[in-house]
Nanobody
């Protein structure tokens, strides 16, 4: 699976962005998809995940209620809608694909495929 993430940019606090992750080589519906982020000096952290069935979603507590993960199987693309952005959301965002166990969807090592990352900067 090849993944390409895009849609990052600079936005003011309170604003919105939508990230996209285009998958090729294997249908995105065949794998679980996740979003992670990493800011300078910090470890990569889980943001959101969506199971291959589309029936279950998972979110980090820090983004719950503000971010939404979704997929468009026809376009083989997964999205991360980010609303009410905060300066602490500033990071490089990565999409990932894999087949994690339900109890390990938040672990980066559960995902075998990664996109290149897209920078999100939220100004105060």
């Amino acid at each position: 699976v090849q993944l390409q993430a895009f849609g990052g940019g600079l936005v003011q606090a309170g604003g919105s962005l939508r990230l996209s992750c285009a998958a090729s080589g294997r249908p995105s519906s065949a794998v679980d998809m996740g979003w992670f982020r990493q800011s300078p000096g910090k470890e990569r952290e889980f943001v959101a995940a969506l199971t291959r069935s589309g029936e279950s979603t998972y979110y980090a507590d820090s983004v719950k209620g503000r971010f939404t993960i979704s997929r468009d199987n026809a376009k083989n693309t997964v999205y991360l809608q980010m609303n009410i952005l905060r300066p602490e959301d500033t990071a490089v965002y990565y999409c990932a694909a894999g087949t994690p166990r339900p109890y390990s969807v938040a672990l980066s090592r559960s995902y075998a495929y990664w996109g290149q990352g897209t920078q999100v900067t939220v100004s105060s």
